[in-house]
């Protein structure tokens, strides 16, 4: 007897070593699970169940056990009992992580929105799109195309594609949703956001009230050493040489900023320039935040920011779904967290195909978009201005002047104005470019007649 209590003792004992010493990574699993059970419940109205099995699934995240209180708008999570973390969920601007210390008030400021519809055929306005017929379309073959990019393993994983849509000359020639899912589906853009946020300096850009290539000024402590040199220009570009650390497979840089901290632009503004602007890419979270941060000091009111966006931009093309989710203290998490339609996506990619111009509005200038699709110095031709590029020829079977947003678990936004094309595709696995440009080298196959 005395042997078997010694053993479990002693094994008690291993177990708790185990906990205290984990116990960082703990938290971190379970600030993530919280976090996004809130958003997908409260924004995109999916289950408590269904997303505990889904999005809450990966081989960490499963250990979270995560609830939704629906009365007091929260969820919880914990890991065995242990790093209980809480999400609470506010309209119009999403969930946020808080602590015991964190004071919620009913007066938040959230964005003011314009929501009337226009009355012109989707992607233009909010009526049906048009039933169009290009001759040049396979259409049997661009269906079976769009069906195997739902069926079958990747790399021994389900496809778990959710949504896929394409654009052509404008107009929809074929779309497709998992089961649950459908063109009114809210779902998460994750690093798609950082494009977004990017689309705002363009329209500062275009109306004289911004120069990117200019020192960043608004900063106080950069003025104090080599960061203030740093250009915004640098900062869209990755490559402002300062440090961060973006690994989600450890404690790091980007997992503290997310999922520890209030103010997520406070720690990659804190960070030192270890590296000369324009030697190194570093592809950095905190550096979008950062950008989040600069926008922000563009104007006189938190109100004026939080409404910028949508004024200026999404709700002018009529993404109306779409939302953009804040921190604690007010700025948009431009690194991670937007929510939209696969649909008003697409539309997004439809603006960057159309040279900015939005019914016959220059919404961002054709200079810009030339701007964001250039390399920079750092990356091989594969970054531009927080956007990812294909003039390397990573992509082989895709034309090198696609462009795409692109987030984590295969959220992509193509854009191919080659090809007048715009391919959105939305899910939860991690496809890499040789699982898009297979799908790309028989998506072009089906509608290769006139636009070779």
């Known amino acids: 007897m005395k042997t078997l209590k010694m ?58 056990n995560s609830k939704i209180n629906l009365k007091e708008k929260i969820a919880t999570s914990n890991v065995w009992g242990f790093a209980k973390e809480k999400a609470v969920y506010r309209d119009g601007i999403g969930a946020i992580l808080v602590n015991k210390d964190t004071v919620l008030t009913d007066d938040y400021l959230k964005p003011n929105r314009n929501l009337t519809s226009i009355p012109l055929p989707y992607p233009y306005g909010n009526l049906p799109a048009k039933d169009t017929i290009f001759n040049n379309v396979d259409y049997q073959l661009l269906n079976n195309v769009i069906n195997n990019s739902f069926v079958g393993d990747y790399k021994n994983k389900p496809k778990n594609t959710r949504s896929l849509i394409v654009l052509y000359k404008g107009q929809i020639i074929a779309e497709k949703y998992a089961d649950g899912f459908d063109k009114n589906s809210l779902l998460q853009g994750w690093s798609i956001t950082k494009s977004l946020l990017t689309t705002c300096f363009g329209i500062l850009e275009k109306d004289g009230d911004f120069d990117i290539n200019q020192p960043i000024t608004a900063f106080s402590d950069w003025l104090k050493d080599d960061r203030k040199n740093i250009t915004t220009s640098q900062l869209l570009r990755m490559e402002s040489g300062l440090e961060w650390e973006e690994n989600y497979s450890t404690i790091c840089d980007v997992t503290k900023m997310l ?194």
């Open 7 to 64: 053993i479990g003792f002693t094994s008690l004992f291993i177990v708790l070593i185990i906990i205290f010493y984990n116990a960082p990574k703990l938290k971190l699993i379970s600030g993530f699970a919280a976090k996004n059970l809130a958003s997908s419940f409260f924004i995109a109205n999916r289950s408590e169940d269904y997303t505990n099995k889904t999005d809450n699934s990966s081989p960490l995240i499963k250990l979270a």
């Open 259 to 452: 999922f520890k901290d209030n103010d997520l632009t406070k720690r990659p503004l804190s960070k030192k320039q270890t590296s000369p602007a324009e030697t190194v890419f570093n592809y950095s979270s905190g550096t979008s935040n950062i950008l989040s941060a600069l926008l922000r000091k563009q104007f006189n009111t938190h109100q004026e920011y939080l409404d910028f966006p949508y004024q200026e931009f999404i709700d002018k093309i009529g993404m109306h779904s779409m939302l953009m989710e804040t921190d604690i203290m007010g700025n948009y998490v431009a690194s991670s967290y937007s929510w939209a339609t696969t649909r008003d996506w697409a539309k997004f990619g439809q603006l960057m195909l159309n040279d900015g111009i939005w019914n016959g509005e220059q919404i961002v200038s054709k200079k810009w978009v030339n701007y964001i699709t250039t390399p920079n110095k750092t990356s091989n031709n594969e970054y531009g201005g927080h956007w990812w590029l294909n003039k390397g020829d990573y992509m082989p079977n895709v034309p090198k002047d696609c462009f795409y947003a692109d987030g984590f678990q295969g959220q992509r936004i193509f854009v191919i104005p080659s090809k007048e094309l715009v391919v959105v595709r939305f899910g939860v696995t991690e496809l890499n470019r040789t699982e898009f440009y297979t799908m790309f080298d028989h998506l072009l196959k089906t509608i290769c007649k006139s636009i070779q």
